[in-house]
């Protein structure tokens, strides 16, 4: 295809249809159709000889503007409710956090804290805030907003995006029983189960998204108040202080229940990002441009053709942001944006689905772009029911399938095959192996050679083309690898919270998006621990590992940056009556590191989607990665750039 005249969106699918239509045709029929259309392409392309690398080469705008299609227009500017594009984008131009993603090499980066550490057991973050750093009205950023902004965002309960990213600060309220994870329903649901595998906008605030809505109990519906036992008001004395804390004016301190080493590349995500003041102005779904920021571009204005954005001329590293204003051009479908790309009017088209066809015909341009996206597709067991119980049962399952005939199969190449939990590049060691001879040994071993007497699978997937087809394709593979039984029972995305509850399952479907590189907020946002609030003395941990190491709320050294660490030396003085919480599996299994799923097999990994895009020659720096966010403040676009002058052309 990179020879030959460019072809417009439509004339893709024109192709790709006739190509599916054909196939119905009788043979003698097909072959005329096809003899007379390889006559038709050949003559075309003789007379155009010329090859042309780009789906559109066009000139670059003569100013430095960058034109952005990245979705439909966003619901909110709020850093809370960023779920996903289109809305993470402009976040990530109108706030800075913490850190930043390195776009190239997905690595924190200094933002608004110019460095920051951490506690010998990695639960207590320290970060030094930049003292050049200001909103667009003028004062001064301070690690009073983020404390406050990170408390507001706690304190939304279902409304923030990503709740379960918070999951391990300290005094995070618990995520309510009947809120339905938000990798489920919203964002993991359409990227994983769809053959387009392009960036999923995720809707907020969906008031009727399905979630499961809560049964009154009795005593609700005779309007009386509930009794809780002893324990149960034992439990409601204990309060656990909220783990973030403003230690003078450019400290910043959080405390976590569970060790993590990658914290700094967790708060780069975008609703870690403060707001000004209370936040009020979000509550309304008037999209308002006059909202305070403190990034690299501020609001200027917000209409039907999109949102303008300018380079904010007080941002603390102005002189390294290159273009000066952004335009972000809102389209419907694929079709639109295609046609606004090859007319010149947009530098870059993402967050789009393509048909699989058209992606086959797009994939030979070289400003195509194709992404393995940090998304996971996988099967979860239940844990407590036999053989399940039995890890080599659950290896077995898990290295008997082949999932390379998935993804170049079921899924037409659309995703890359899943050989750990985390997209390549994380944890290289983790990876599980694909391997029938041992599958059939380890089920042996567990009282099941060649299968004999192995239970039928129970295995619930979504009620939709693709998962079926999958699903079909898995049990397949463990008839003919292990000589075992499936029954596949289709489920709408509204049950499967009912079924999970209550174990009725073997093993399940499931989809998370996966919005950091924080190996360990990852691994909790997959496997959904529980939180739980206890007294210091009732911990495995007590003493010796959970209260050992106490950080000083003094501030940072200027010079060194160093935390100051006090050791206690008398443990009597600890009070073993005050409160911490804990993170709990419901088989006491808890997986913090991918190395630890892969060898306890709590769930099998099947893919990881992809996103695709579509970004001009001239435009430089535009990264497009694993975690879908390429960074304005690294665009660079070279006006001097020009099509290569078509021979015949004047």
């Not at 335009?327 to 530098?347: K, M, Q, S």
């Amino acid at each position: 295809m990179k020879a030959g005249k460019t072809v417009n969106y439509k004339e893709i699918c024109a192709r790709a249809s006739l190509f599916s239509f054909s196939r119905s045709f009788p043979a003698f029929l097909r072959f005329s159709v096809f003899c007379s259309l390889f006559l038709f392409v050949s003559c075309s392309e003789l007379k155009k000889p010329v090859p042309e690398p780009f789906y559109a080469e066009t000139k670059p705008p003569q100013i430095k503007e960058f034109r952005w299609s990245n979705g439909k227009m966003p619901k909110s500017f709020d850093p809370a409710r960023a779920a996903a594009a289109p809305e993470t984008d402009i976040v990530r131009a109108l706030f800075d956090g913490l850190t930043e993603t390195d776009s190239k090499t997905l690595k924190p980066i200094p933002a608004m804290a110019t460095e920051w550490s951490a506690s010998e057991d990695f639960k207590t973050w320290t970060f030094k805030l930049r003292r050049d750093a200001k909103w667009s009205n003028g004062k001064n950023v301070t690690a009073a907003d983020f404390a406050r902004s990170w408390k507001r965002l706690a304190d939304m309960s279902e409304q923030a995006a990503h709740r379960d990213l918070l999951q391990n600060i300290a005094g995070v309220p618990a995520k309510p029983e009947t809120e339905k994870p938000i990798s489920e329903e919203t964002g993991a649901e359409f990227l994983l189960n769809q053959l387009s595998f392009g960036k999923t906008p995720v809707p907020q605030n969906q008031a009727a998204s399905g979630k499961p809505s809560k049964t009154p109990t009795p005593a609700e519906q005779e309007n009386k108040p509930l009794e809780l036992d002893a324990n149960q008001k034992e439990e409601a004395k204990l309060e656990v202080k909220f783990g973030v804390e403003a230690v003078g004016d450019y400290i910043l301190k959080v405390s976590l229940i569970k060790a993590d080493k990658d914290f700094p590349a967790l708060v780069a995500h975008p609703i870690f990002r403060p707001v000004y003041g209370d936040g009020k102005e979000y509550e309304t779904d008037k999209l308002n441009a006059a909202i305070v920021t403190n990034g690299a571009f501020r609001i200027t204005s917000v209409g039907g053709d999109g949102i303008t954005l300018d380079r904010f001329d007080d941002y603390w590293n102005r002189e390294k942001i290159e273009i000066e204003r952004v335009r972000f051009v809102p389209t419907e479908n694929a079709e639109t944006a295609l046609e606004l790309y090859r007319a010149g009017e947009i530098d870059a088209v993402t967050n789009v689905n393509f048909e699989p066809l058209v992606l086959k015909l797009l994939t030979s341009y070289d400003d195509f772009r194709r992404t393995t996206h940090s998304a996971l597709n996988f099967y979860e067991f239940n844990r407590k029911n036999a053989p399940f119980n039995d890890r080599r049962v659950r290896e077995a399952l898990a290295i008997s399938i082949e999932r390379e005939r998935l993804t170049e199969g079921d899924m037409e190449g659309a995703t890359e095959p899943a050989l750990g939990f985390l997209p390549a590049g994380e944890n290289q060691k983790a990876k599980l192996v694909q391997d029938s001879e041992k599958a059939r040994q380890l089920l042996a071993e567990s009282g099941f050679p060649n299968g004999e007497n192995f239970p039928q699978v129970r295995l619930i997937v979504n009620r939709n083309d693709i998962q079926q087809r999958i699903a079909r394709s898995v049990a397949r593979m463990w008839k003919r690898n292990l000589n075992i039984d499936t029954e596949i029972i289709a489920k709408e995305a509204s049950e499967f919270e009912i079924v999970k509850k209550a174990g009725d399952f073997d093993i399940i479907r499931r989809g998370v998006v996966l919005p950091t590189i924080d190996e360990t907020a990852n691994m909790l946002t997959i496997f959904e621990p529980k939180k739980k609030i206890v007294k210091q003395s009732e911990t495995a941990e007590n003493l010796s590992q959970v209260n050992k190491i106490e950080t000083s709320t003094e501030p940072q050294s200027e010079t060194t940056g160093e935390t100051e660490v006090k050791i206690p030396t008398d443990e009597k003085a600890i009070d073993e009556n005050a409160a911490i919480e804990i993170l709990e599996s419901e088989d006491g299994m808890l997986f913090l590191t991918e190395a630890e799923a892969v060898s306890e097999f709590p769930a099998i990994p099947l893919y990881f989607p992809t996103s695709y895009s579509l970004v001009k020659p001239y435009i430089l720096g535009f990264e497009i990665n694993m975690l879908d966010a390429p960074l304005l403040k690294d665009i660079r676009i070279n006006n001097n750039w020009q099509p290569k002058e078509k021979k015949g052309e004047s």
